[in-house]
């Protein structure tokens, strides 16, 4: 699995082998860039980063 973010506060998942994206998360402020993200160690979490917030998405699959 890959992320991708957008300059309009979105985070995509995407399938590493077939390209496919998964979900489209919008949690952050739509007029924020999406800094960082990071799954967790056991993958089951994934977190983003804003100027002004974060985010955490559990089981984000």
Same mark, same amino acid.
């Given at each position: 699995? !890959?992320?991708?973010?957008?300059?309009?506060?979105?985070?995509? !998942?995407? &399938?590493?082998?077939?390209?496919?994206?998964?979900?489209?998360?919008?949690?952050?402020?739509?007029?924020?860039?999406?800094?960082?993200?990071?799954?967790?160690?056991?993958?089951?979490?994934?977190?983003?980063?804003?100027?002004? &917030?974060?985010?955490?998405?559990?089981?984000?699959?």
């Amino acid at each position: 699995m !890959l992320t991708s973010v957008g300059s309009n506060g979105q985070v995509f !998942l995407w &399938d590493s082998v077939t390209g496919e994206k998964l979900r489209s998360m919008k949690d952050h402020n739509l007029t924020l860039v999406v800094w960082a993200v990071a799954f967790s160690p056991d993958g089951r979490k994934l977190t983003s980063c804003s100027g002004v &917030d974060t985010r955490t998405y559990r089981q984000p699959r």
